[in-house]
């Protein structure tokens, strides 16, 4: 199974600054790599698929880059609402795997 | 709108036995491969298993396989996972969650979750 290692496992930060979350794999999923976010009490939704795409609606300050092993999550200035857990998903190899999760909290 | 409304969650004892249900509404059943996803509390996302439209490609994380079950009725538009012998490690909200053909198999509808604990 691919292991999908996020880091870090908390951000700090505050209202208008930038983040990066990164998302490293156990062997290569090519691009196949999407990302959510998920609030406190919500189910997940869909950010980014295919390492670098947004999904419908999903606003341009949320990027994604990366392919084979290394995927990065950019937020490029933070709103209020952006303070949740972000994960990782592989859609590569059977069975699907998610990371482990990294929290953006307010500082 | 897409809604996805998860129900049969409780509380069973270990080794017991659960049906989960997942009324979907608001698109075509049919057009769509469906999947479950649980989350044990305070802990992240773990896929549990798939289904494709017509039912006939199914997978199941090696942690339920030959314990749980999923499938379709794609005329009442319903989702299900039938879940035997439970294990406390079992506890977790499960998701019913939409494929999304953008890129396959993701997930871009989710439902708001059913809890189900595992505890004597």
């Known amino acids: 199974e691919i292991v999908l290692t996020q880091s870090p496992a908390t951000l700090s930060l505050s209202p208008g600054e930038g983040a990066t979350l990164s998302c490293r794999a156990s062997?290569?999923?090519?691009?196949?790599l999407a990302w959510y976010q998920q609030k406190p009490g919500q189910a997940p939704r869909l950010l980014i698929y295919?390492?670098?795409n947004r999904a419908t609606g999903i606003p341009a300050r949320f990027s994604g880059s990366g392919s084979g092993t290394d995927f990065t999550l950019t937020i490029s200035s933070l709103e209020p609402e952006d303070f949740a857990v972000y994960y990782c998903?592989?859609?590569?190899?059977?069975?699907?795997?998610f990371g482990g999760g990294t929290k953006v909290e307010i500082k | 709108q897409v809604q996805l409304v998860e129900s049969g969650g409780g509380l069973v004892k270990p080794g017991g036995s659960l049906r989960l249900s997942c009324a979907a509404s608001?698109?075509?059943?049919?057009?769509?491969?469906m999947s479950w996803i649980r989350q044990a509390p305070g802990k992240g996302l773990e896929w549990v298993s798939y289904i494709s439209i017509s039912g006939g490609t199914i997978y199941y994380a090696d942690s339920v396989m030959g314990r749980f079950t999923i499938s379709r009725d794609n005329a009442k538009s319903s989702l299900y996972l039938q879940m035997n012998s439970l294990r406390a490690e079992d506890t977790a909200v499960y998701y019913c969650?939409?494929?999304?053909?953008?890129?396959?198999?993701?997930?871009?509808?989710w439902g708001q979750g059913t809890l189900v604990t595992v505890s004597s």
């Open positions: 608001g698109f075509i059943f049919t057009d769509y491969y």
């Open positions: 062997q290569s999923v090519i691009n196949y």
């Open positions: 998903q592989q859609r590569s190899h059977w069975p699907l795997t």
């Open positions: 969650a939409r494929g999304s053909w953008l890129a396959t198999p993701t997930f871009d509808y």
């Open positions: 295919d390492a670098s």
